[in-house]
Every structure is written in C-alpha cells, then in structure tokens.
C-alpha cells in the first residue's frame, strides 16, 4: 500500500520559514516524478515545485528564489524549504508522487498539511 505522508505545516509569521516532508512508503521517491501542490481556499490547486527521478527540479514562478525541493532518497522523503513567506503562500500543500510504467500512470497523493502565514 502507498502512503505519502505530508508534516511540517502550521503557522508562521510573514517573512518566516517553514520545512514540510513528504514521507513515502510503498514505492521509492527516486523513481517517481515528486511534486508539491498547494490549494488555497477557493482556489485552484497550483504546482509549487518539483523533482524529477533525475533530480531535474521545476518552481512555480510565484516561488523562485525563495522554495527549495530536494529529495532524500535514504529517507525515501522529498522536502519542500519555504523561506520569506507571505500571506499569498497561505494553502494546503499536497505531495504528489507520478510514474509511467509502459501506458500506465501511478499516481498519488499524500492528504495535505496546512500552512498559514499570518502576524
């Protein structure tokens, strides 16, 4: 059974940091495609940052410069260093592990950690 397990959330100050982990179990980080999402109330989940299995990573403009996503794969944990927040980083954040394997995708999710930027 797969398993993502997202911690790391909770609130923090405007201009602060947060480091979220992604925990996986059932499958192996470094084959898979990982990718933060977040989801802001009525908002559409949005791509944050990625790794790919070989290690080529992706941002979001909105968080060039300031996120950074590595991948342990001893841990099997894919992390997400968010520094200078601001309020607009305010979501749920959501792990994503992808594949394909012939014409089938693997896809799945871990259930989210909330972060809330706020004074």
């Known amino acids: 059974q797969v398993q993502l397990v997202e911690s790391g959330g909770g609130l923090v100050q405007p201009g602060g940091s947060l480091r979220l982990s992604c925990a996986a179990s059932?499958?192996?980080?470094?084959?898979?495609?990982m990718t933060w999402y977040r989801q802001a109330p009525g908002q559409q989940r949005e791509l944050v940052a990625s790794?790919?299995?070989?290690?080529?990573?992706k941002y979001a403009d909105s968080v060039k410069g300031r996120f950074t996503v590595s991948r342990d794969d001893v841990k099997n944990t894919v992390y997400l260093q968010m520094n200078s927040l601001n309020p607009e980083d305010t979501a749920v954040y959501y792990c994503?592990?992808?594949?394909?394997?012939?014409?089938?995708?693997?896809?799945?999710w871990g259930q989210g950690t909330q972060v809330t930027v706020s004074s």
């Open positions: 994503n592990a992808l594949t394909y394997i012939d014409t089938h995708s693997f896809d799945y």
């Open positions: 059932g499958i192996s980080v470094r084959f898979y495609a």
């Open positions: 790794v790919q299995h070989g290690g080529l990573t």
